[in-house]
């Protein structure tokens, strides 16, 4: 078991490293230091000087990948590629464009982030979960129909008009929740009831017809016959074997976005204010700070190579069959 | 069993109908233990990115540091128009004009100012003025925390975590050292190179190269910057730069004690993002207590603050309007300002119509809501603003927003007879009346020059008429098409045509925008440029490749704004002063203009005091900017703010950057409006949940069926 | 006649499905999955309105220099058909069917008196003298007009179409309901004739804020969400196809650098990866502006870029399913057959393999469509979408948000954008079910 993850972490390696020189191209062929430079220093009175010696400070001014001026070893080292890149592997993300931490920033940030996507993760999984398990229940009847339209209704709607009329109706109108923001500990739960709301509602669609498929997959089999012949009623054969059984395909669907909910939602969190990871990036991008991009790219990788990574080990304990390749 | 669970059910509806009753506000952005305390609500939309005041120079920025750091002079806060008074300054400083003697001797002089060689300012400041409580000022026998080690800082997060704090009185050495931060090459101050070339000694100082410990570049001197004892200090600058004072009303000029360097400088507070660029230490009436820059950021009292009174005068007009009711109070008056990070405008104006902030701008979208205008003319608020006591300012910004050309182009540039009157009659077509109504909702003036009214020099009615654009019969009105298409034939191009191509003349507009909002205002443009037949390609890209295409003078013509740093006409002018063209040194003058009187006139109008010499010089600058029209001189933006009953003691005051020591909040009243307006709705979600039981009828009767049918089947 | 790119690619596009759909018109394995589709009535009423769409879309994509029309020059058929619609600009704001502005101006009457109120407007409704007692019974009458045109159009299209079936009876092949089918179509026509008779009278869906038809917004906006939709797979599909197969087939070292090359594009965040490489078409753009004179083909190219970006991000989810799908198909007898009877592997993969892939690739085809026409609206208002200037419903709901705040609140941009946005993907899913219902083998075996 030890040995299969080692070989499996071993096989991340080229992965990140895929990652971070396909980010690298993209982020300096995009923009050149002198850009950024310019940028960030911003509004009056910017001088050729000050770009330089911007670059000087933030280490922009080394050429990308080899250093003819340096000796040896310090040809690759004093280079943009591995100072700013290379670094990344051990999570030091270095400084900001504009000058702040960015592993200070991210730790902060991470926990907002969370707290709006899991919950959102647990209660869409359950809603979902019952709205297919009740779709089954009824199958071939006239409720599952309209249910499945309902499922594509919700889903052809885009997820800007849920977070719009959302906040419109409860927070402008009715007056139930704040409009936006964001507090610390327990004051933080009415900021997150409305944002949790809304992203389980529009992903009742999708996810309502996911699990409704697996369900009959599941319903179809012989075992289910078999129990629903012993004379169990269909609630219990639902719930004790074909829940139970699907319990599988579900929960390692789960693990693979787990890692990913510390990045939170790009669109709900710049919504509603959260500062969380989502708002950064979209920050990021808006003010074209390439290093918390660069550092989000990676991350936002890390994070899903790790999901498979738990996803295969699940796999391993769940089910004995999958061989330790 | 039933009547247990029905109970219960009641008591449930019952206590949301209760709760409902209760005045609770549900959508309270805000703890509940903060409603009746004196704090102020402001936002923020980005992080500023600069708080050191030696680099902070952008409108966000200073709404903060502002109340921090204290220069040496300030704006009279009601006074107009605007007036510098000492702040940490004791006087006025004293300005002695120095010329040299046949034998190389300076000596004090009254002469014309081209004789003048040097000025000094002695400037006295007030005693017993001291810093904010600060860690980096923290002692005992020596610093605390000046040698910090690496298990020191395990569990500091954030510059409150440090246990002791210290303070000091504020000295002459302290403006210094701010003086020489100023040139660091380690902090990049916007103003560095300008002043360079003003202070005495200040180009020879920036060469001594990096110097890393803050005492050794302490100990360093500029020649023209001397601390003559604890309270006196002298700045010599080369010859006379009237303008000079403004600057030292600014925040690059405010006292920064060495031992901040010395904290902040040390390894590993960098790492936790503690740094004098987000946690400033000043002297003011506030300190930044609380800086999450992704959340929100919390100035409260600073409890070392000198006395300071409210003014005693002001306007005629102010004591009628109450804005003298506190007069001689000892400021500030309110505890804490928390500006919180509100990216939205949305979102922003919903809170505050909910009472959540206290003060808030018009915008576009918005302004139906909030503004009418009464049959004569003037801009009121509606009937709804009106019911919740809401007030309105308005004032017409220092700022002017432009379109300029690009005088080193081949087609519209040039001083040449064609390409003047290519651009009168681009100037002339360019309805800014219309833009006004449409985009601004009427919110600006129409520019007739390049000074907005406030500034010395601006003329009001048929004195200050731009006679290339506009004719006078009571009013301005704008000039005919057809005069605009016979400048255009003259200049070449009749109809539009372009002589060498045969098809209308192509002319790219170059712009920073990004949003859908723009796509409309970049249409309005093009239909402009149409009604002479002329072709508008636009060209629209972020600001920072905006700038750069600026800088490599590779735009045509571009639109931009300006925004005053000081009341003074100097500060308009020079954004066409030929040296300080930004293809050459990377100036202000963004269009590139280049011309030998303007250049003269207006270093000659630079150094004259306010009055009608001055004025005659201003005179002919604006004839010939109107005549050469490097820009579409567009209009001067008008800001309308919208105040809450229980803000007070806000005037408008457009070059003050510490507006909020003088205001006062009245917290109680707040408290009672706030629960008026917020009482949540629960009727529609009961509504709601009834109707969703209701549907779910039919599921049950089914089930019921469908176990019937199972159990028939067995 | 001008070709921008996406018109050039979207009717290269039409020509392969029409060329394609040719060739296989007699292809057995396609009669009972498309007789199934034929059968169901939600798909087949969701079909005829997204060819509705398509078609408005294709007119769309035709552009000719009509000078002295606009700036530019460039039009589209489409724009040449609905000229009222663009040409009829207000001042600002006015509410669906409204004779008035929506805020308030001051009105200078004939007698130089003036007041503040609401201003009539330019086009809108302008041929009523009255439209407080007026308007009403003319939307009404304007409306049964149009109806009508549309009825006796549909009558007279009937009529021919029953001389020329007469003819030719019995030579369909599908079992499709002619009855249905038709009665469908005369709906939606009369419905159109119905909207297009109104919509020169009135500004019905209303006017946004410089006073431009969003009814006409909307429409334009329908090409863009196509464009991204169909031109995305259709970059994409290459990509997946041969990779997917080739990894599956050939294993070994292809296999391992492919499954690396698609699981490292999969782990970064994708709207990272398509927000910088907007950025880098910008940059392009800004060095190069000699190649973009006028403002259409600027914005075309960054519709090009955004479904090239999008493509070469989503290739990967067919990708993976084409290569578990190849790894069992070339264990299957009768590929392991050919091989041992020395069929070059070229051929298996075309005559073995490719044919048993192409349920799958179908309904990802129309799976993607709606995620991307959603996808494109988010991307927009994190402004690495479409340009600016596009008519795009993303771009509409951008700007709409600010609308939503206003009071009264200005809700026809939102609504409108929500409504057309919401038939084309409500269709495109229940299109895609179906399609998936058809071809899908395992679903077939529940049947």
Not at chain 2, 359 to 366: F, K, N, P, Q
Not at chain 3, 216 to 232: D, E, F, M, N, P
Not at chain 3, 344 to 350: A, D, E, T, V
Not at chain 3, 352 to 377: G, K, Q, R, T, Y
Request: charged residues 20%; proline residues 5%; glycine residues 6%.
């Amino acid at each position: 078991m030890i040995q299969y993850i080692i070989r499996r972490l071993m096989y991340t390696i080229p992965l990140l490293l895929g990652v971070n020189i396909l980010t690298f191209f993209l982020f300096f062929v995009v923009n050149t230091p002198d850009d950024m430079a310019r940028m960030q220093l911003g509004q009056k009175h910017v001088t050729e000087q000050a770009v330089s010696k911007w670059k000087i400070d933030h280490g922009y001014d080394l050429p990308l990948f080899i250093n003819s001026e340096k000796g040896s070893f310090n040809k690759i080292t004093e280079t943009i590629f591995y100072q700013k890149s290379i670094k990344l592997f051990v999570f030091q993300f270095g400084i900001s464009d504009s000058g702040r931490n960015i592993g200070a920033d991210i730790k902060q940030r991470m926990w907002p982030s969370l707290a709006v996507a899991l919950p959102s993760l647990l209660i869409g999984l359950l809603v979902n979960i019952l709205a297919a398990l009740l779709m089954v229940l009824f199958r071939q009847s006239y409720l599952e129909f309209w249910g499945l339209v309902a499922c594509v209704v919700i889903m052809s709607i885009s997820a800007l008009f849920y977070i719009i009329g959302g906040q419109f109706l409860f927070s402008k109108l009715l007056k139930l929740v704040p409009i936006s923001g964001f507090g610390s500990g327990v004051d933080a739960l009415k900021f997150l009831i409305l944002p949790v709301v809304i992203s389980v509602v529009s992903g009742l669609g999708s996810g309502g017809r996911w699990y409704r498929a697996l369900f009959i997959e599941e319903v179809e089999k012989d075992y289910v016959v078999t129990a629903r012949a012993k004379g169990l009623s269909e609630t219990q054969v639902l719930f004790r074997h074909v829940l139970g059984n699907a319990m599988i395909p579900i929960l390692t669907g789960v693990v693979v976005v787990l890692p990913l909910l510390f990045m939170g939602s790009l669109i709900m969190e710049s919504f509603f204010s959260i500062p969380g990871l989502g708002s950064y990036t979209i920050d990021a991008i808006n003010r074209q700070d390439f290093a918390i991009v660069r550092s989000m790219v990676f991350l936002g990788s890390v994070l899903y190579i790790l999901g498979l990574l738990l996803t295969d080990i699940c796999y391993t304990l769940v089910d004995p069959r999958v061989k330790l390749l | 069993m039933f009547s247990v669970s029905c109970k219960r059910w009641l008591l449930l509806i019952h206590c949301l109908l209760l709760s409902s009753c209760n005045d609770a506000m549900l959508n309270n952005p805000y703890p509940a233990k903060e409603d009746k305390q004196s704090i102020l609500y402001s936002s923020f939309s980005e992080r500023p990115k600069h708080l050191d005041p030696a680099v902070s120079y952008s409108s966000n920025e200073y709404a903060i540091i502002g109340q921090i750091y204290e220069p040496l002079l300030q704006y009279h806060y009601l006074k107009r128009p605007y007036q510098l008074v000492p702040l940490t300054a004791a006087k006025m400083p004293e300005i002695t004009y120095l010329i040299e003697d046949q034998s190389g001797v300076l000596i004090k002089t009254h002469v014309e100012p081209e004789k003048v060689r040097f000025t000094d300012y002695m400037i006295e400041i007030k005693p017993g003025i001291r810093f904010q409580p600060h860690p980096a000022l923290a002692k005992g026998k020596d610093y605390f925390y000046h040698n910090l080690q690496v298990e020191d800082l395990i569990d500091i997060a954030t510059i409150t975590d440090f246990e002791h704090s210290g303070t000091r009185e504020v000295v002459a050495e302290d403006y210094v050292y701010q003086i020489k931060r100023l040139v660091h090459p380690k902090i990049h101050s916007p103003i560095a190179e300008l002043m360079k070339e003003y202070i005495v000694g200040l180009k020879e100082f920036s060469k001594i190269g990096k110097i890393q410990d803050p005492i050794v570049f302490r100990a360093q001197n500029i020649s023209g910057v001397e601390v003559i004892d604890k309270y006196h200090f002298r700045v010599r600058i080369y010859g006379k730069y009237p303008q000079f004072i403004f600057w030292l009303s600014m925040p690059f000029f405010s006292p920064m004690p060495w031992e901040a360097d010395v904290f902040y400088g040390q390894d590993g507070l960098a790492d936790k993002n503690i740094s004098l660029d987000w946690f400033p230490i000043g002297s003011g009436a506030y300190m930044l207590s609380e800086n999450n820059p992704n959340r929100q950021m919390v100035l409260s009292k600073n409890p070392y603050f000198h006395l300071e009174r409210y003014p005693n005068s002001g306007e005629p007009g102010d004591f009628e309007s109450g804005l003298l009711a506190d007069a001689g109070k000892s400021l500030p008056f309110i505890d804490k300002v928390i500006y919180v990070l509100e990216k939205e405008t949305i979102p922003y104006w919903n809170k505050f119509l909910q009472g959540y902030y206290d003060a808030s701008g018009v915008a576009s979208d918005s302004f139906d809501q909030a503004i009418q205008f009464m049959g004569d003319g003037k801009a009121a608020l509606t009937p709804a603003l009106q019911e919740k006591e809401i007030r309105l300012q308005t004032a017409v910004t220092t700022s002017i927003s432009y379109l300029g050309f690009n005088m080193i182009d081949s087609v519209v540039g040039g001083r040449s007879d064609q390409a003047r009157k290519l651009r009168q009659a681009i100037s002339i077509i360019i309805d800014y009346e219309e833009y006004i109504a449409i985009f601004m909702n009427g919110r600006g003036v129409p520019a007739q020059g390049l000074l907005p009214p406030g500034i010395f020099g601006y003329e009001p009615g048929a004195q200050g008429l731009n006679p290339y654009v506009y004719d006078w019969h009571d009013g301005y009105h704008r000039k005919s098409m057809a005069t605009a298409k016979r400048l255009l034939s003259e200049a070449g191009f009749k109809g539009g045509i372009d002589p060498s191509t045969q098809e209308a003349l192509v002319l790219y507009l170059d712009t920073a925008a990004s949003g859908p909002d723009d796509r409309a205002r970049l249409n309005w443009y093009r239909k402009q440029f149409s009604k002479l037949g002329l072709q508008l390609v636009i060209r629209a890209t972020d600001y920072n490749r905006f700038q750069q295409k600026i800088r490599s003078g590779n735009a045509q013509l571009f639109l931009w704004g300006w925004n005053a740093d000081y009341p003074d006409p100097e500060n308009f002018f020079f954004l066409l002063y030929g040296p300080h063209s930004k293809i050459k040194t990377g100036g202000e003058n963004a269009a590139n203009y280049q011309n030998v009187v303007y250049d003269r006139l207006f270093e000659e109008m630079r150094n004259l005091a306010n009055g009608p010499a001055r004025l005659e010089k201003i005179h002919q600058l604006q004839e010939i900017i109107r005549y050469d029209a490097p820009w579409v001189l567009g209009f001067y933006p008008k800001s309308y703010s919208l105040i809450h009953k229980w803000y007070q003691n806000l005037k408008p005051n457009l070059m003050a950057n510490n507006k909020l020591k003088y205001t006062r909040i009245d917290s109680d009243y707040r408290a009672r409006q706030r629960q008026l307006w917020n009482r949540p709705l629960w009727w529609p979600m009961v509504l709601l949940i009834g109707v969703g039981s209701i549907l779910l009828w039919p599921a049950v009767v089914i089930y019921r069926r469908r176990k019937k049918a199972v159990i028939n089947a067995r | 006649m001008i070709i921008l790119w996406t018109d050039a690619l979207i009717y290269l596009l039409l020509t392969t499905a029409m060329v394609s759909g040719f060739f296989l018109r007699n292809y057995e394995g396609l009669k009972r999955p498309l007789n199934k589709i034929a059968t169901n009535k939600s798909a087949m009423v969701s079909m005829i309105i997204l060819v509705f769409f398509i078609a408005i879309g294709l007119l769309d994509s035709l552009h000719f220099k009509a000078e002295g029309q606009r700036a530019s020059g460039v039009i589209s058929v489409l724009d040449y058909c609905t000229q009222p619609l663009w040409q009829q600009t207000e001042k600002t704001y006015s509410a669906p069917f409204s004779a008035y502005l929506y805020s308030k101006a001051y009105i200078t009457q004939a007698d130089g008196y003036q007041s503040w109120g609401f201003p009539r407007l330019k086009f809108g409704g302008s041929h009523l003298l009255n439209p407080e007692t007026e308007k009403t019974a003319d939307v009404l009458i304007k409306l049964i007009v149009g109806l009508s045109k549309g009825f006796i159009f549909c009558l007279s299209w009937v009529g021919l179409r029953a001389l020329y079936v007469a003819k030719k009876a019995g030579q369909s092949r599908l079992h499709v309901r002619p009855g249905f089918v038709g009665t469908t179509i005369i709906v939606v026509v009369v419905g159109l004739s119905g909207i297009i008779e109104l919509s020169t009278y009135y500004h019905i869906l209303g006017t946004d804020k410089v006073g431009e038809d969003v009814f006409y917004q909307t429409i334009k906006s329908i090409r863009t969400g196509l464009v991204i939709g169909s031109l995305t797979t259709f970059i994409m599909l290459p990509l997946a196809v041969v990779f997917g197969i080739l990894a599956g087939f050939y294993r070994g070292w292809v296999d391992d650098l492919i499954q690396y090359c698609y699981t490292t594009l999969n782990s970064i965040p994708s709207v990272l990866l398509i927000a910088a490489s907007i950025l880098m078409v910008q940059i392009y753009m800004v060095n190069h502006p000699e190649l973009f004179t006028n403002l259409e083909s600027r914005a075309d190219l960054r519709l090009l870029f955004l479904c090239l970006i999008l493509g070469v991000t989503s290739w990967t989810g067919l990708c993976r399913m084409l290569r578990a799908e190849t790894l069992k198909l070339r264990e299957m007898g009768y590929v392991q057959a050919a091989k041992v009877l020395g069929v070059r592997p070229i051929g298996i993969l075309f005559q073995h393999i490719l044919p048993n892939v192409m349920h799958i690739i179908l309904i990802s085809v129309v799976l993607d469509f709606s995620a991307l026409v959603l996808a494109e609206a988010v991307l927009s208002y994190i402004n690495v979408g479409v340009d600016p200037s596009t008519y795009s419903w993303g771009n509409m709901i951008n700007g709409a948000r600010l609308e939503m705040a206003r009071e009264p609140v200005v809700w026809w941009p939102l609504i409108a954008a929500f409504v057309f946005m919401f038939i084309l993907v409500l269709t495109a899913n229940l299109f895609a079910d179906a399609v998936r219902d058809a071809f899908d083998p395992r679903r077939n075996q529940h049947d």
